[in-house]
């Protein structure tokens, strides 16, 4: 089967940390392709190198020992100052505490990327902003700061931020850790939405609800890839679970 | 923009945080806008009181002078030198573009005897006799005696305190003496010896009364007129200027009162001063000492009077303590023992009824006073000279500074230094060229003045009047004009009759100064007029050191820079704690929003974003706390402008060139005062900034974990 070019490739990765003058191990010759669409889940225990494999991918750390490439680039290879770049034009971040800015309201926090890249007019940021809040759903929050919101309408406030900007990927680290089911279940039906309209996802947790729907799993243990099962094709959960 | 927007709320969400560091700022603003306002306008005023007063823009001194100059004094020498060629000076610098006049000057001190009440009266008495003018004779003998036995009441009275065995010889003597002098005996054979009974008096009684009064005079030997035309503060209050040519002396409106006024008088003047600046006697520690002072120094008002005065002042003092009281003293002490309530109509009262029959000041206008001084090689000196009125430094009336001024000509302040003035000088030699003796050093002419021994020149000689020498200098003339010249007046070298002479423009302006100030004319820069006063100096070697007012007022001249090292030393110390303050502060915040900061690291905000953000919470900062601290700065320095600050010690005065200072604002200030703020609020901002950027977004994760 012919894949497009992965958009994120780990080749025999390693990653230490030190702690004091131990060498931890956090991975260990790992190797992973995420092509376009894919809606990863990167499984495993607490302690097992999700967080860390998802770092190296989103371009906040580097490798020990290996070659990440993201969006065809050498991770290792780019100055500081090129990794942020790439960071806000290619990749998209959701994280575990949500992470808003508190001063600023829903729709600014949404808006904060776009006025980084200082690419569109104001009135495009503003319809851009106002069209992923009503497709997350919280629109009517927009004027909204984040301590007047609750932890689901958070997360949605920052999935919209992450999609913003329109990146290949966007990283999850553990997004519904916080969240009750509920409404962690809605958030993951609404990542399930977007990835189906052709956004590329790759997640962390351990939350067995998120990994039961993931089209693909890794599972890791230990710094090592000990599963990679692909359940369904890419932008197919739909398709599977009507089916 | 989102950075400002960011930036407002992290400042707003903060507020109390906010609101100290703010504080802060407005508090050191204020401070700024108020020191800078003061000083500027401080050192303005004062630069108006002793440039309009004494100092000119700029003075003149030899340029080999020991010490530097210093108008006001100071702690080190007043060897200043003198100007070799003044003439030539004046012209040079007076045909500069910049220059309006210059003005000869000599400053020294001198001190000046009142004689006690006895001496006074005793030398009258000897004048009537002389004239044999019994009448006054008669009364001045009343008084006289008056005197003598009040003496002898009080040394006995102490006699009664003191274990008589203790007493020297002298004062035990001194007793015998007086007891000898208030005898009804010693008056009824007055008539019998006058000449001795007013030696005993004047030799062995007067020195017993009360100690003289020892003026000491701080002036300046100037050409008055000049100087009552260049500065602009100078105001005749009583009397006239000195007539051109002449000798004379003018007292400074302040040292007047201060020192030559009735002490009782001059007492009661400060309490009225003193209670009208809101004290009360009954509280007022200052107060109730002048009071005492009045009630224990009655000798000061019943010596000064004779049995007539004596007998008026006893009535008027009796209707108004309504006593029957004879005994004057009691009188008077009673009198003198005022309160809150009484005070300003027994002042009036001592006004209208006792004044008028006291000397209310020791030397009037009129009166030939004796200067003594010592001179440059300290020989003592003394010249008469008369007193032609009092004069004022507008709006300085009340300034001891500028009140410490006092005029004479520049004849008599050579004559006092011991400079040989000019015409002095011409005398010298066409004595020495016509009695052929031989050339003597200036040095040792004053030796020969003062008592070198063996010279040939007689001290006599030199004291011929000038218009007499200016004839005898015509060659056409010849020396025959001396027969003219009465020796014998002139034999009193510094007796009155040096008052009266008269000098020509030539001659005053031909001798030696010691300095010269100089007024530029209106809109020269002192810097301007400085740089080409020396520039001319040097292009004609005039041998003068060129100083500012500033420099060379001295201690005084430092004094608004000692003030700004102190009020900037305060600013740069609050700036301190404002800026430890806003950059711990800041450091703490900046640790609270490590996630935010990670995160947006994360998001991909670049290092140079997150340090605009913190940059626009500085200017934030300074930007309304500055306008909130120039804005009050403004309005309290507009407010003190318009109503003026109080002097409130006479000091002050001078430093305020008049009773109240009035701040200017200026633009300037306020511009200043903001940037420091943007400094300091920049400044403090550095390092929790620097901390921010090194945020990785990592830490963004990590906290998530």
């Known amino acids: 089967m012919d894949h497009p070019p992965a958009i994120v490739r780990l080749t025999g990765v390693d990653k230490d940390y030190l702690l004091g003058k131990v060498v931890v191990p956090a991975l260990r010759g790992i190797d992973l392709a995420i092509q376009p669409g894919e809606f990863t889940v990167i499984a495993g225990p607490s302690g097992s190198g999700k967080t860390t494999a998802l770092n190296l991918i989103g371009c906040v750390d580097v490798a020990t020992r290996g070659i990440v490439t993201v969006d065809g680039h050498d991770t290792a290879k780019l100055s500081e100052r090129d990794l942020t770049k790439l960071r806000l034009e290619r990749l998209g971040f959701i994280f575990q505490s949500f992470n808003l800015v508190g001063v600023l309201d829903a729709f600014q926090n949404v808006e904060f990327p776009l006025l980084l890249q200082r690419k569109l007019t104001k009135a495009e940021r503003r319809e851009r902003v106002m069209d992923l809040l009503q497709e997350v759903g919280i629109d009517q929050y927009a004027k909204h700061r984040p301590n007047e919101l609750s932890g689901g309408q958070r997360q949605r406030v920052a999935i919209a931020r992450a999609l913003v900007t329109r990146p290949q990927i966007v990283l999850a680290d553990e997004p519904t850790a916080n969240l009750d089911s509920e409404t962690g279940n809605a958030i993951v039906d609404l990542m399930e939405k977007l990835n189906d309209e052709g956004t590329t996802f790759l997640f962390s947790t351990h939350d067995p609800r998120v990994v039961d729907r993931a089209g693909r799993v890794v599972r890791l243990m230990d710094g090592r890839i000990v599963e990679d099962v692909t359940r369904r094709a890419v932008g197919a959960s739909r398709i599977a679970q009507s089916a | ?474 060659p056409t003339e010849g020396f025959d004009e001396f027969a003219g010249v009465d020796m014998a007046t002139g034999a009193k070298t510094h007796g009155a009759s040096l008052a009266d002479l008269t000098y020509t423009q030539a001659q005053t302006d031909g001798g030696v100064v010691r300095n010269a100030a100089i007024m530029l004319k209106p809109g020269v820069a002192v810097a301007d007029g400085l740089r080409a006063v020396t520039l001319a100096v040097e292009r004609e070697k005039l041998g003068l050191k060129v100083v500012d007012w500033r420099k060379a007022s001295g201690l005084i001249g430092d004094f608004v820079w000692v003030i700004y090292v102190i009020l900037f030393t305060a600013i740069f110390v609050i700036f301190i704690v404002a800026l430890v303050i806003i950059n711990n502060s800041m450091v703490m915040a900046t640790m609270e929003r490590v996630r935010e900061i990670g995160t947006m690291r994360a998001i991909g905000a670049q290092r140079t974003e997150i340090l605009k953000m913190f940059a626009a919470e500085a200017v934030v900062l300074g930007t309304v706390f500055g306008a909130v601290g120039v804005g009050l700065g403004a309005a309290i320095v507009g407010t003190l402008g318009y109503v003026g600050i109080p002097a409130y010690v006479d000091q002050m005065v001078f430093l305020f060139a008049g009773p109240r200072l009035h701040l200017l604002l200026s633009p300037t200030h306020l511009l200043f005062a903001w940037a420091i703020v943007y400094v300091v609020a920049a400044l403090s901002t550095i390092y929790p900034a620097y901390l921010a950027t090194r945020i990785t977004p990592l830490q963004a994760m990590q906290d998530a974990e």
């Open chain 2, 1 to 474: 923009m989102v950075l400002f927007r960011i930036a407002l709320r992290n400042l707003w969400s903060h507020k109390t945080k906010t609101l100290i560091v703010g504080g802060l700022l407005v508090f050191g603003t204020l401070l700024v806008v108020l020191g800078q306002s003061l000083l500027t306008t401080l050192d303005q005023s004062m630069a108006r009181s002793i440039v309009n007063s004494v100092a000119g823009h700029l003075q003149v001194y030899a340029a080999d002078a020991k010490d530097n100059l210093a108008l006001f004094g100071s702690f080190e020498g007043t060897e200043i030198g003198q100007i070799k060629d003044f003439p030539r000076v004046r012209k040079v610098l007076e045909g500069l573009p910049e220059v309006q006049a210059v003005i000869p000057m000599g400053i020294d001190s001198a001190v000046v005897f009142g004689g006690n009440v006895l001496d006074v009266k005793l030398e009258q008495l000897r004048a009537a006799e002389k004239q044999g003018d019994h009448a006054r004779s008669h009364a001045l003998r009343n008084h006289v005696r008056r005197i003598v036995v009040m003496l002898h009441q009080e040394l006995k009275n102490l006699n009664g305190l003191v274990d008589k065995a203790k007493l020297t010889e002298e004062t035990r003597q001194g007793l015998v003496d007086v007891e000898r002098a208030a005898a009804k005996e010693f008056w009824d054979s007055y008539e019998t010896d006058v000449l001795g009974h007013l030696e005993f008096l004047e030799n062995k009684i007067a020195p017993m009364a009360l100690g003289e009064d020892m003026i000491f005079l701080r002036y300046i030997g100037t050409d008055t007129n000049r100087y009552a035309k260049a500065f602009d503060l100078f105001e005749m209050v009583d009397g006239q200027p000195i007539p051109a040519g002449k000798r004379g002396f003018l007292f400074n409106k302040l040292t007047y009162e201060e020192q030559v006024k009735h002490k009782t008088a001059r007492r009661l003047d400060r309490m009225r001063d003193r209670l009208a600046g809101g004290f009360q006697l009954a509280t007022d520690d200052e107060l109730k000492n002048w009071r005492k002072l009045n009630k224990d120094q009655h000798k000061e008002i019943t010596y000064q009077l004779d049995d007539d005065s004596a007998a008026a002042v006893r009535k008027a003092l009796q209707a108004e303590l309504k006593s029957s009281e004879t005994d004057l003293v009691k009188l008077i002490v009673a009198f003198m023992d005022m309160n809150d309530q009484n005070f300003a109509r027994r002042y009036k009262l001592f006004y209208e009824t006792v004044v008028p029959h006291l000397n209310l000041y020791s030397v009037k206008i009129g009166d030939t006073l004796t200067l003594r001084g010592l001179t440059a090689s300290g020989y003592p000196t003394s010249v008469p000279v008369t007193l032609y009125g009092t004069f004022r430094f507008r709006s300085l009336d009340k300034s001891a500074v500028s009140g410490a001024a006092n005029l004479t000509d520049l004849n008599t302040f050579r004559d006092l230094y011991g400079f040989m003035s000019a015409d002095r000088k011409k005398e010298l030699e066409a004595l020495e060229a016509k009695s052929g003796v031989r050339a003597i050093s200036r040095d040792e002419a004053e030796a020969a003045l003062f008592g070198g021994e063996g010279e040939e020149v007689a001290p006599e000689a030199v004291a011929v009047t000038p218009t007499a020498v200016e004839a005898a200098l015509d």
